[in-house]
């Protein structure tokens, strides 16, 4: 099985600050790398698919970056209803697996 | 208004069975490989099992291969999971989602676009 290991798994931030989460895949995935927030209580939702486009209605203060084995979800100018945890996914082989998440916390 | 919606979760003892259903709404189910997708509380995501858009192709985790069944039926909009030998590490919020493909170049991926709300399932004696 491949391996994504997302780091850090928590980090407390401020209302506009930049924010960077990276994923690490045990073997090279190309671009096959997607991004999820979810929010207490609710389904995982789709922010950034092929490592680095943007899902339809997502903002532009995410982005994603990367190739291969090394992968960054940036989120610029951090909103309050972006505080959540966000989870990275590998779809190069099954079992697609996650990273163990990323929880953004107030400061 | 693409939805899908999930149900068939309970309370189960170890070794009962549950039958999940997925039910698309807003959509055609068939235009679409389809997944479950669980969550055990508090805890992160973890790909159960895909069926292809015709059902000539399943695939299931290690963890539950052999007691878990996928399948569909394109007709009524609906999605399954057979779940048998249900064990305490089963109990989990599950998750429909449709498997979407995305292609760049000589490049590809597959992600989860739409997902259901869960129907949660506990495995408790």
């Known amino acids: 099985d491949i391996l994504v290991t997302q780091s850090p798994s928590s980090l407390s931030a401020s209302v506009g600050d930049r924010v960077t989460i990276t994923c690490r895949a045990s073997?090279?995935?190309?671009?096959?790398l997607n991004w999820y927030q979810q929010k207490p209580g609710t389904a995982p939702k789709l922010l950034i698919y092929g490592a680095s486009t943007l899902q339809s209605g997502v903002p532009s203060r995410f982005s994603g970056s990367g190739f291969g084995t090394e992968f960054t979800l940036t989120i610029t100018n951090l909103q309050p209803g972006d505080f959540a945890t966000y989870f990275c996914q590998q779809s190069y082989n099954t079992p697609e697996t996650f990273g163990q998440g990323t929880k953004v916390e107030i400061k | 208004d693409v939805r899908l919606e999930e149900s068939g979760g309970g309370l189960v003892k170890p070794g009962g069975s549950l039958r999940l259903s997925c039910a698309a709404s807003g959509f055609s189910l068939s235009s679409f490989d389809m997944n479950w997708v669980r969550q055990a509380p508090g805890k992160g995501l973890e790909w159960v099992s895909s069926?292809?858009?015709?059902?000539?192709?399943?695939d299931y985790a290690d963890s539950v291969k052999g007691r878990f069944t996928i399948s569909r039926d394109n007709a009524k909009n609906l999605l399954f999971l057979e779940m048998d030998s249900l064990r305490d590490e089963d109990t989990a919020l599950y998750y429909c989602?449709?498997?979407?493909?995305?292609?760049?170049?000589?490049?590809?991926?597959?992600?989860?676009?739409?997902w259901g709300l869960g129907s949660l399932v506990t495995v408790s004696s």
């Open positions: 989602a449709t498997r979407n493909f995305y292609h760049s170049g000589d490049y590809y991926s597959l992600y989860f676009e739409s």
């Open positions: 069926i292809s858009s015709r059902s000539s192709f399943a």
């Open positions: 073997q090279k995935i190309d671009i096959c």
